[in-house]
């Protein structure tokens, strides 16, 4: 077992080193650096600032820099937001976004999970049907066309809900529907194919023989088997909900990492697009880490490699 | 209790042919489609693929209206209205072609550049899928196929390349390879094609090749690994076939059903993607529409022109769904062990 977490650290970070040296190198490919978005200031101006910000050194060792100030936990100045580091940046913006994942992915569980045991548990029947509808549906829509009907139907129509900006606890609602929609259908999904799997087997026989109650031979057997090809998807669907976070905060204003994210791109603040992008895939590297360690103890069958 | 008799006796011939039940044996194909045409929402989901072809493809070109034509006088015209100069020239008698979805803010017909916008999604996901279908089938089979340390490492490999958040890479693939692309269309005649194509498009093919084909890879090589198993293989080697021929002419040709279902699956889930990245702005670029651009520009007359996004999004989901229901009904038709 422990073989095997260190393989996958191993890996995972491994991976992130990759990421890095990709992600850095490819900002250097966009010409004009960080200072010519604005207007052209004079060679003098440029060389100060190119000299400030260390952009005047060869690439290696630039990259050394970056490397070495990295692993002290300075990602550098934001070139854009003068007198902000990347860190403050980041550390303010993440928070939100985290909120708002965090509670997608809540709602993700704790109605895909239901929904697709109720789908097995009355295979055929009619709940089934609209259960299996609806989320073939969900799989299919994508987030930001959601988000965009919720909005014209809950803001602008029936005015219930309020369109921009995360100050109350009604302005959480509908970005974390547009985000959580598609987790909730694949959930309820996979939820439903392994119940029906469990639901076959031979133990489900003995427990139904022993004379268990319903609630504990679905809490006690049936849930705990099925709830592990659930636990493989954790891992894409976090990624999914950060990503997915790209477009919702753009469209409902949300000041979170995401946006954050997309507005450094577009500004070229080099510091800021690589600070957010090694912090994101850390992110979800590490996580699946964790979950691929959850699983392993969770199923004691699966081999170790 | 009364026993008849007649019961008992022994069955005659034809009684006997009564209890036989024995299926002409059909081909594999005709197997599949027979079970694919008895299903319902795939087929449904076939017309409505059909239809949106139709619509993406040829339509356009018969349409009056040039995606790209911005009519002075024709801003921001309602679903069926005409312009003032319209309005003018159907009283004296003259046919304007109605704008079915209305006008953008430039006068550019709505609906047919939702039309083309489905053609730039429908192209995108169909080459993105081929492109995956043709790197993940090959890497797979040979990873599959000769097994051992080979196999280990290109395993390491795909799951390096899984672990990747793609979506972040792409992104910044597309942000930073915009420039020097630009630069080889611009300086080299012979890449001119890249400027009418569309830098962002490109980058997407590019990103799609390098990163999304580890899915197909992985099924390709498990089922590679059931079926190199099989007597017709020991026997195709101790013929002396070689190994391309092998995998060629064996392996790969029962993989086709496979290789189809997930290829279906996957061109929603690039649609879906290059739909999002054009949404953000980093898809193709103006004035050739997608369906993702059209939606984001909209976005904000959403409170006065509602379908200018109703209309995007509503194709978009539909082309989606309806490819995923289809790739669904072909996976339940072909897939040898739901055979009853």
């Not at chain 1, 250097?28 to 960080?34: A, K, S, V, W």
């Not at chain 2, 995108?124 to 279908?133: L, W, Y």
């Not at chain 2, 189809?260 to 879906?272: D, R």
Request: with cysteine; net charge positive; aromatic share 10%.
């Amino acid at each position: 077992m422990g073989n095997y977490i260190f393989k996958r650290v191993f890996y995972a970070i491994l991976t992130l080193a990759v990421v890095i040296t990709i992600t850095f190198f490819l900002m250097y490919l966009i010409p004009g650096g960080p200072f010519l978005a604005e207007k052209a200031p004079s060679q003098a101006t440029l060389d100060a600032m190119n000299a400030k910000y260390g952009l005047d050194k060869p690439l290696i060792v630039q990259f050394k820099n970056y490397i070495v100030n990295m692993l002290q936990g300075d990602f550098g100045p934001s070139i854009k937001q003068r007198g902000r580091t990347v860190v403050q940046i980041i550390s303010s913006k993440f928070p939100v976004s985290a909120r708002v994942g965090g509670l997608s992915v809540a709602v993700a569980l704790l109605l895909g999970i239901p929904l697709g045991s109720f789908a097995a548990l009355y295979r055929g029947k009619w709940i089934d049907k609209a259960i299996n509808f609806i989320s073939t549906f969900g799989i299919a829509v994508p987030s930001f066309v959601i988000s965009t009907v919720l909005v014209i139907i809950f803001s602008i129509n029936l005015k219930w809900l309020p369109t921009f900006g995360l100050t109350s606890p009604l302005h959480y609602i509908m970005p974390v529907i547009a985000i959580a929609f598609y987790p909730t259908a694949y959930i309820s999904r996979l939820m439903r194919s392994s119940m029906l799997d469990v639901l076959g087997q031979d133990y489900m026989r003995t427990a139904r023989a022993k004379g268990l109650s319903p609630f504990k031979q679905l809490f006690k057997h049936a849930l705990r088997n099925a709830i592990l090809p659930i636990v493989t998807y954790l891992g894409p669907m976090i990624a999914y909900t950060l990503t997915g976070s790209f477009v919702v905060e753009r469209i409902f204003t949300i000041p979170g990492l995401g946006n954050e994210f997309i507005s450094s791109i577009t500004n070229r603040d080099y510091p800021m697009v690589m600070g957010t992008t090694i912090f994101l895939a850390a992110f979800i590297v590490l996580l699946n880490v964790v979950v691929d360690i959850v699983y392993k103890l969770v199923d004691p069958r699966i081999k170790y490699q | 209790m009364q026993l008849d008799v007649s019961n008992f006796v022994p069955a005659s011939d034809e009684e006997k042919q009564s209890l036989v039940t024995m299926r002409d044996s059909i081909g594999f194909w005709k197997d599949g489609l027979h079970r694919l045409r008895k299903n319902n929402v795939a087929m449904i989901s076939l017309v409505v693929i059909v239809i949106v072809m139709v619509l993406a493809f040829i339509v356009p070109s018969f349409y009056p209206y040039d995606y790209k034509e911005q009519i002075r006088g024709n801003e921001n015209l309602a679903p069926m209205g005409y312009s003032v100069k319209e309005q003018a020239s159907i009283d004296s008698g003259d046919f304007v072609f109605p704008h079915f979805l209305g006008t953008d803010n430039l006068g550019r017909d709505l609906s047919v550049r939702i039309m083309m916008g489905s053609k730039i999604s429908l192209l995108v996901g169909i080459i993105a899928s081929a492109i995956i279908m043709m790197i993940g089938s090959i890497y797979g089979a040979v990873a599959g196929y000769f097994g051992g340390r080979a196999d280990q490492i290109m395993m390491r490999i795909v799951d390096m390349i899984y672990t990747v958040p793609d979506l972040l890479i792409i992104i910044l693939l597309i942000a930073t390879l915009k420039y020097p692309l630009k630069d080889l269309a611009n300086t080299n005649p012979a890449f001119a094609w890249i400027n009418t194509v569309g830098v962002g498009l490109i980058c997407i093919f590019i990103v799609f090749a390098l990163l999304y084909w580890v899915g197909m890879a992985r099924q390709i090589r498990s089922q590679i690994l059931s079926l190199k198993e099989q007597e017709y293989v020991t026997a195709a080697r101790a013929l002396g076939a070689s190994h391309a021929r092998i995998i060629r002419k064996h392996l790969l040709k029962n993989c086709i059903g496979l290789i189809i279902v997930t290829t279906t699956l996957q061109i929603p889930s690039a649609i879906f993607t290059e739909s999002f990245l054009s949404f953000i702005g980093l898809g193709v670029s103006a004035p050739m529409p997608s369906l993702g651009s059209l939606a984001a520009t909209a976005l904000g007359g959403i409170t006065s022109y509602p379908h200018r996004l109703l209309a995007p999004s509503i194709m978009i989901s539909l082309i989606i769904l309806s490819f995923n229901l289809f790739g669904d009904g072909l996976r339940d038709a072909f897939d040898p062990k739901l055979k009853n």
